[in-house]
């Protein structure tokens, strides 16, 4: 039984944030029931058979978060990482900025700035990142008059986290040594 947050093992986290994700998901209005379900794996994905990197590409991920991120097997290797500790958030938004970056339609890009604020950027959101007050509330201010800028201190401090906290980790991961094995 999962007692005290101090003697939480770490399975009981894992469901903690699972929990947490499935209660932020089912407040959102679902367009149908199928929404509603959300498959728990017990056993992590792994990426897609693509071509397997080479081991000089996989050293130069320990590096590089941009060499790990341009790679489509490090990319899909670090999702699925993150995936595996429920903290594929950060990931997420950083995509959904950079795909926002290309969006041309101002009515579009309004609409996606609203979404990736509702989905990551507001308090209690179903994928909230952490960012500071400060960044969050610049980006507040850029939503304004949406931007392809608008997010770009807010990326900068999740790339950063990531490159400070998660990439240490996933070099660290079976995920990884399976890699250079």
């Known amino acids: 039984m999962c007692k005290g947050l101090a003697a939480l093992p770490h399975s009981c986290l894992e469901r903690a944030k699972e929990i947490k994700i499935k209660l932020g998901i089912l407040l959102q209005k679902p367009d149908s029931a199928v929404d509603l379900v959300i498959p728990y794996n017990e056993k992590p994905e792994k990426p897609a058979k693509a071509h397997k990197p080479s081991l000089e590409e996989v050293l130069q991920w320990r590096q590089s978060l941009d060499k790990l991120l341009q790679?489509?097997?490090?990319?899909?290797?670090?999702k699925s990482f993150l995936k595996s500790e429920f903290s594929e958030e950060n990931l997420e938004f950083w995509v959904a900025c950079e795909n926002y970056k290309k969006i041309k339609s101002p009515v579009k890009m309004a609409e996606k700035a609203k979404q990736i604020y509702e989905e990551f950027i507001q308090t209690e959101a179903p994928k909230e990142v952490n960012i500071d007050h400060f960044t969050k509330d610049i980006t507040m201010k850029n939503l304004v008059e949406p931007s392809p800028r608008s997010f770009d201190l807010a990326q900068k401090r999740i790339y950063a986290l990531m490159e400070k906290d998660s990439l240490p980790r996933f070099v660290r991961s079976e995920?990884?040594?399976e890699l250079i094995k």
């Open 71 to 78: 790679s489509s097997y490090g990319f899909a290797s670090f």
């Open 175 to 177: 995920f990884y040594m």
